[in-house]
């Protein structure tokens, strides 16, 4: 009988290390995406100029990247990382909290399925964008935001136990659209986290490097393999994080920005 994953060893680094990822093209229509507040509308052109250096660096880092066409009827769809959780051969679908979204992991499903050995549902009726989840390699921090609910986080706590994580629940605080809008992970132990954030305790047995005040929106940053991925605009991030040993690559993220999106929303690692 196969051990239960609490009682084998599992995958060192699988928290960033990655052979894959799934991006989706940005559609003309990303103006109309959801957003909190006014603001300049994203120049498409521009953003499509973004995410072809997006998906370039991951290709460089390692990533063999399934790039998806735009989906026109549903504007937010580059944020392709709220459709789905990745963990080894395992794709869970969830329930993005956004009505205008909820067609977006029915498009992503036949591209899922020839990439994965198991493609499941999320159970029951909750809500759960994937922003709102941070994976370590045995914790998986899952966010009670806006757009995830109790329901839907006690329905992914479940499916996750048996991979091997040790759920913990955060209250993000009501004005961060995601948990991940504030916190991302610099390796297996270390995660780059807002002052607010890292206040609230829930990264206890962490290391955690505190985002320079001012430049909160830089938390939002991808590891894949030796690199860190940092949106441009933070020079005192930038230079703390090489300070600290990691391989920084600057990416320009100001159009999704714009739509609330920023560098882990555009892509499934895995």
């Known amino acids: 009988m196969a051990d239960h994953p609490s009682e084998r060893q599992l995958p060192h680094r699988r928290s960033f290390r990655f052979t894959q990822a799934i991006t989706r093209r940005p559609a003309k229509s990303v103006s109309h995406g959801l957003r909190e507040g006014a603001g300049p509308d994203p120049d498409a052109a521009l953003f499509g100029e973004q995410h072809r250096a997006y998906v370039a660096a991951l290709e460089k880092a390692g990533a063999e990247v399934v790039e998806l066409p735009e989906l026109e009827e549903f504007p937010d769809s580059v944020f392709v990382e709220d459709t789905t959780i990745c963990i080894g051969d395992t794709a869970i679908v969830v329930r993005p909290g956004a009505p205008s979204r909820f067609g977006e992991c029915e498009q992503i499903c036949p591209t899922l399925k020839t990439r994965f050995t198991k493609v499941i549902d999320l159970p ?56 991940k809008t504030e916190c991302g992970l610099l390796d297996e132990r270390t995660i780059f986290a807002t002052v607010k954030l890292a206040s609230l305790g829930c990264f206890e047995g962490f290391r955690v490097i505190e985002t320079p005040l001012g430049e909160e929106a830089a938390a939002n940053i991808v590891r894949y393999n030796d690199v860190v991925f940092l949106s441009a605009g933070y020079p005192k991030s930038e230079a703390l994080l090489r300070e600290k040993g990691y ?14 999106g920023g560098l882990s929303c555009m892509s499934l690692r895995f």
Do not use: C, W
């Open 247 to 260: 391989d920084v690559v600057i990416l320009d993220t100001s159009e999704a920005a714009k739509v609330d």
């Open 124 to 179: 029951g009726d909750g809500f759960l964008d994937g922003g709102d989840v941070l994976l370590s390699d045995d914790t998986a921090f899952i966010g009670n935001s806006g757009r995830t609910n109790m329901a839907g986080l006690v329905a992914l706590a479940t499916l996750l136990k048996p991979l091997g994580y040790n759920p913990v629940q955060v209250n993000t605080p009501a004005d961060i659209l995601h948990f």
